[in-house]
Nanobody, 114 residues
Framework: QVQLVESGGGLVQAGGSLRLSCATS????????MGWYRQAPGKQRVLVAR???????NYADSVKGRFTISRDNTKNTVYLQMNSLKPEDTAVYYC????????WGQGTQVTVSS
């Protein structure tokens, strides 16, 4: 059974930084692109960062230059370094494959105060 466990969220002031982690189980990790998604209150879940199995990365325009996605295939873990955070980054953040599997983790709340 696939498990996705996100951690590292919290409350931070605008301009601050957070590092999110996503630990995964299952044999799918190494062969799949992984992504970080976020869902703000009242909005749909959207993909903000993607990393291929080979390490190539893509970002949504809203986070480009501020967020960095990385992965450690030896630990089946994907990370999201978030710098220069803005109030509009406030959301629940999730990791999943790209495209996403049906099962999601619980997510981790990121709140950025102005």
């Amino acid at each position: 059974q696939v498990q996705l466990v996100e951690s590292g969220g919290g409350l931070v002031q605008a301009g601050g930084s957070l590092r999110l982690s996503c630990a995964t189980s299952g044999s799918f990790f190494e062969i799949n692109a992984m992504g970080w998604y976020r869902q703000a209150p009242g909005k749909q879940r959207v993909l903000v960062a993607r990393i291929s199995s080979g390490g190539s990365t893509n970002y949504a325009d809203s986070v480009k230059g501020r967020f960095t996605i990385s992965r450690d295939n030896t630990k089946n873990t994907v990370y999201l370094q978030m710098n220069s955070l803005k109030p509009e980054d406030t959301a629940v953040y999730y990791c999943n494959t790209v495209p996403p599997r049906e099962t999601w983790g619980q997510g981790t709340q990121v709140t950025v105060s102005s």
